[in-house]
């Protein structure tokens, strides 16, 4: 526990995350806050021996096969800090104001939420997938968004609403499928 507290608040290294709705400490997660050494720990240090013994088109290909996966993640990092920003929740235009925000992850049931904002008084959220490809905006992605929103946590709310972000725009078919089941795109 004395390296954690050291990594997070004297090197400022590390960040101690809890669901948002359900902040319980054993949930907790750690994430390092440095993007370089994000890509460093997940891809270059576990598999070192590649570059040790000179099958560095080995370590290549397994960073390009993931490398999806990772940007994905960065990605969700910068709709946090756009979240942040008062001009982008202008541009939302909630009917609440955002009380907090944050990732939300429930592991019982197995399902993460990229960001969850609400508002405690009017009973009122916000849930936000981040979609680096907008063409992963399918009908199944859809239909497992759903199901998210049926989890007991959102039950204290009397109104929902549901968004996903992209790095680029949407074509029309997607809009469409958004629109029909209440998504905002943007």
């Given at each position: 526990a004395v390296y954690f507290n050291r990594l997070e608040s004297y090197f400022c290294l590390i960040e101690k995350r809890l669901p948002l709705l359900n902040p319980v400490k054993s949930e907790a997660r750690y994430y390092l806050k440095d993007t370089l050494l994000q890509f460093w720990f997940r891809y270059i240090y576990r598999r070192m021996s590649y570059i040790e013994k000179g099958a560095s088109r080995l370590l290549w290909n397994y960073v390009r096969e993931d490398l999806s996966n990772y940007q994905g993640a960065v990605f969700e990092g910068l709709c946090h800090s756009l979240f942040?920003?008062?001009?982008?929740?202008?541009k939302l235009a909630l009917p609440f104001s955002v009380w907090e925000y944050g990732r939300h992850w429930d592991g019982k049931e197995a399902v993460e939420i990229d960001m969850v904002a609400y508002d405690k008084q009017k009973r009122?959220?916000?849930?936000?997938?981040?979609?680096?490809?907008?063409?992963?905006?399918?009908?199944?992605?859809i239909h497992s968004f759903n199901k998210k929103i049926e989890l007991s946590v959102f039950k204290r709310f009397s109104s929902i609403q549901k968004a996903v972000i992209t790095l680029t725009s949407v074509s029309n078919q997607q809009k469409q499928l958004c629109e029909k089941e209440?998504?905002?795109s943007l």
């Open positions: 942040a920003t008062a001009e982008f929740q202008n009122s959220a916000l849930i936000l997938e981040c979609k680096l490809n907008p063409k992963r905006i399918t009908r199944q992605f209440g998504i905002l």
